[in-house]
Nanobody, 125 residues
Framework: QVQLVESGGGLVQAGGSLRLSCVAS????????MGWFRQAPGHERKAVAH????????YYADFVKGRFTISRDNAKNTVYLQMNSLKPEDTAVYYC??????????????????WGQGTQVTVSS
């Protein structure tokens, strides 16, 4: 069992930055691929980024490439999402998720085994 707790969300102006953190419980954090998703009101949950268990490979959705960076610190059981050049359309609840499987299904909600409760990110214009 893995429990995930996100933090770092908030209100920011367009063009600003935020860094989200997700702390995992348990001793097997380094065994999991980790992803970030987001969900805006009335929209489906969408994959934002994924990082493999070692941190060696990262994947990004096209709409955040060049602006967001995913990273992890296995010693701290933490995965991060650095978000720069934020836009109003980035407004959403952001979720971290853990996957015991490989990264081939990184864009799929059902490709993940554990989810956090989410953190709200609001970008004002």
């Amino acid at each position: 069992q893995v429990q995930l707790v996100e933090s770092g969300g908030g209100l920011v102006q367009a063009g600003g930055s935020l860094r989200l953190s997700c702390v995992a419980s348990g001793r097997t954090f380094s065994s999991y691929g980790m992803g970030w998703f987001r969900q805006a009101p009335g929209h489906e949950r969408k994959a934002v980024a994924h990082i493999t268990w070692s941190g060696g490979i990262k994947y990004y959705a096209d709409f955040v490439k060049g602006r967001f960076t995913i990273s992890r610190d296995n010693a701290k059981n933490t995965v991060y999402l650095q978000m720069n050049s934020l836009k109003p359309e980035d407004t959403a609840v952001y979720y971290c998720a853990a996957s015991i499987g490989g990264p081939s299904g990184w864009r799929l909600v059902n490709g993940y085994d554990y989810w956090g409760q989410g953190t709200q990110v609001t970008v004002s214009s």
